[in-house]
T-cell receptor, first 114, second 117 residues
């Protein structure tokens, strides 16, 4: 069955530390991949997306993600976390080639400590 | 930057009442969606809408739910008789792409929080 998995429900990092949030997918073909962020009480904001080409994609707010086909992964990274990055992060996929619905992972809640 | 706007931001209703959540998608977008997020759970797809009809719906989207594009700008979600378990954040989204024309990038609204008492 097609699925997207975020194995970490909750992550705590110190401000200034590096961050990596994991995302794995299970689809027949490489889907289109996205990361969204949801700040408390806010909607879903697109951080970055991968369709094809360069496997390292840059997004807003200093985030980047790397697509690794061999691992079916699309992990989100940031070299130095800021307190304002505290939020919930959702990996999402759309089957390639289509307009189909977005399927979200269960989310990873990021806590940033001083 | 264009955005999707949703009203109300928060609605409290009694069980059994009808609720209409409103959305104004981005003006040149062709696809419209509703998603919901029950507190503490993942964001779930409800329905997609294209060319004035439902293009796909999930098993959650039962007969209690309906969507409508009453005019050229609004997109509404109606819950006919709310249940306690309908309490959730409801997100509207829109996207510019049509069928078969490539990846679908959704722009989400800020959400409407529905509380059913």
């Amino acid at each position: 069955a097609q699925s997207v998995t975020q194995p970490d429900i909750h992550i705590t990092v110190s401000e200034g530390a590096s961050l990596e949030l994991r995302c794995n997918y299970s689809y027949g073909a490489t889907p289109y991949l996205f990361w969204y962020v949801q700040s408390p009480g806010q909607g879903l904001q697109l951080l970055l997306k991968y369709f094809s080409g360069d496997t390292l994609v840059q997004g807003i707010k200093g985030f980047e993600a790397e697509f690794k086909r061999s691992q079916s992964s699309f992990n989100l990274r940031k070299p130095s976390v800021h307190w304002s990055d505290a939020a919930e992060y959702f990996c999402a996929v759309v089957p390639s080639g289509g307009y189909q619905k977005v399927t979200f992972g269960t989310g990873t809640k990021l806590q940033v400590i001083p | 930057e264009p955005e999707v706007t949703q009203t109300p931001s928060h609605q409290v209703t009694q069980m059994g009442q009808e609720v209409i959540l409103r959305c104004v998608p981005i003006s040149n977008h062709l696809y419209f969606y509703w998603y919901r997020q029950i507190l503490g759970q993942k964001v779930e797809f409800l329905v997609s809408f294209y060319n004035n009809e439902i293009s796909e719906k999930s098993e959650i989207f039962d007969d209690q739910f309906s969507v409508e594009r009453p005019d050229g700008s609004n997109f509404t979600l109606k819950i006919r008789s709310t249940k306690l378990e309908d309490s959730a954040m409801y997100f509207c989204a829109s996207s510019p792409k049509g069928q078969g024309s490539g990846a679908n990038v959704l722009t989400f609204g800020a959400g409407s929080r529905l509380t059913v008492l």
